[in-house]
């Protein structure tokens, strides 16, 4: 890390320096604290660049950056309102370097959870003209995104319409199979397994999967339903009602978990494909070179 | 990473507080229950947060009926979630996390539902 920070330091000292005048200080240290990984610190020592540098462009790197620092620290709100901001405006570093705040944002769309969004731009992204170093990573995030959209027509549409995007044809097929296999994973009923509980509490957690869910649940309520019982034959009709009070909630709350269940298994499977997915092929906004802007 | 901008909300401070008299009235018992109750009789709840926080932003989040009930849900899903569920490093050890909007994000937000 220390190597890699050093290099992109003198790297970027190296850049700046041949084209005119040198970069503030704190453009420097706040690319070497980036290099460490403390993006809070770079943040407010890009800041300062900003409010020191009187070159446009060097200051809208430093928003660029602070942007990227949000990006890594998973301050994606943070990181969508100053991408958002830099995007929207006409800048030199949008016509030295096409598309790249644009793919940031999408990606901090992507962080936010906001995958229409996210993949709605980067789709945007693979249609204008752009540096091919971005393209494929482009279209890469614009299939994870539609994915994660729930939109999987549309994924799948994007793998087909871009063939030579891919680094052979077995590895589009694979891509694509597996993309398409979201459409068969996780499709537990949530209704179903509500009225199953309904019937017999407890079913409807093992028919999501959960087998001590349901255990428990057709434990409480067995022992409340007993009691009810009991009380009932033994003429107890004051404890017959506070039991059936809490039985109320028992059931009403066994019902709920079977649903909630349903949910949870659907979207663990869910996860637990897109993670393989990503293991295979990467993080879903693949990492871009934007050492020498 | 570092930085000091992870800081968490309390419960309290949540704009949409629908507790209500009754509400209030568990809410009191809950923190009997955790201040002087749960130090003597628990050997510590497996999740985080525990089942009283969970049941206290329930019932000030969505009122007393609704928040009960999915106090008592989490009460029930509790031995699923240990099998099931993502563990964190907490203050207190390592727990299993399962906050509120795992279990009623579903219902606000379809996009979420699988």
């Excluded at chain 1, 059931?251 to 990503?278: F, G, P, V």
């Excluded at chain 1, 879903?284 to 934007?290: A, E, H, L, W, Y």
């Excluded at chain 2, 109750?37 to 926080?53: A, E, M, R």
Aim: proline share 6%; charged share 20%; with cysteine.
């Amino acid at each position: 890390m220390k190597r890699f920070s050093w290099i992109t330091f003198t790297s970027i000292l190296v850049s700046l320096s041949a084209s005119g005048s040198p970069p503030p200080s704190s453009y420097l240290f706040a690319e070497y604290l980036r290099g460490q990984a403390e993006y809070y610190r770079a943040i407010t020592e890009y800041h300062r660049c900003v409010f020191e540098s009187d070159d446009p462009l060097l200051r809208e790197i430093c928003l660029y950056r602070i942007g990227v620092c949000y990006l890594e620290g998973k301050q994606c709100s943070d990181a969508v309102t100053i991408l958002a901001s830099l995007a929207s405006r006409q800048s030199n570093l949008q016509e030295r370097y096409p598309g790249l705040i644009r793919y940031r944002l999408a990606e901090a769309y992507y962080c936010e959870g906001q995958y229409g969004r996210a993949a709605e731009m980067a789709a945007g992204l693979v249609e204008s003209p752009i540096q091919d170093t971005l393209r494929k990573p482009a279209l890469y995030s614009t299939v994870i995104a539609r994915t994660q959209s729930g939109d999987i027509a549309e994924a799948l549409a994007c793998i087909d319409q871009n063939p030579d995007a891919w680094e052979n044809p077995s590895g589009a097929q694979v891509f694509r199979r597996q993309i398409a296999a979201f459409n068969t994973i996780g499709h537990k009923k949530p209704g179903l397994a509500g009225i199953l509980s309904a019937i017999v509490p407890g079913s409807g957690q093992v028919y999501a999967g959960r087998l001590r869910d349901g255990l428990t649940s057709f434990v409480f309520n067995g022992i409340f339903i007993a009691g009810i019982v009991s009380a009932i034959d033994s003429d107890h009709t004051e404890t017959a009602w506070i039991l059936g009070f809490f039985e109320l909630g028992w059931y009403s709350a066994n019902i709920y978990n079977a649903m909630n269940d349903c949910h949870k298994t659907n979207h663990l499977a869910w996860e637990s494909h897109l993670n393989t997915i990503i293991l295979m092929h990467g993080r879903p906004f693949p990492s871009v070179d934007d050492s020498d802007l | 990473m570092r930085g000091p901008w992870h800081i968490s909300t309390p419960a309290s401070d949540s704009p949409d507080q629908a507790a209500g008299y009754l509400g209030d009235t568990a809410n009191r018992m809950l923190d009997f229950y955790s201040t002087v109750l749960n130090p003597v009789i628990s050997t510590g709840c497996p999740c985080f947060p525990s089942c009283s926080d969970y049941a206290r932003d329930a019932i000030i989040r969505f009122g007393f009926i609704p928040g009960t009930i999915l106090a008592l849900e989490r009460l029930m899903h509790e031995p699923g979630e240990i099998e099931h569920g993502r563990v964190i490093r907490t203050d207190r050890g390592l727990r299993i996390h399962d906050p509120l909007s795992a279990n009623t994000d579903w219902l606000f937000d379809p996009s979420t539902s699988r």
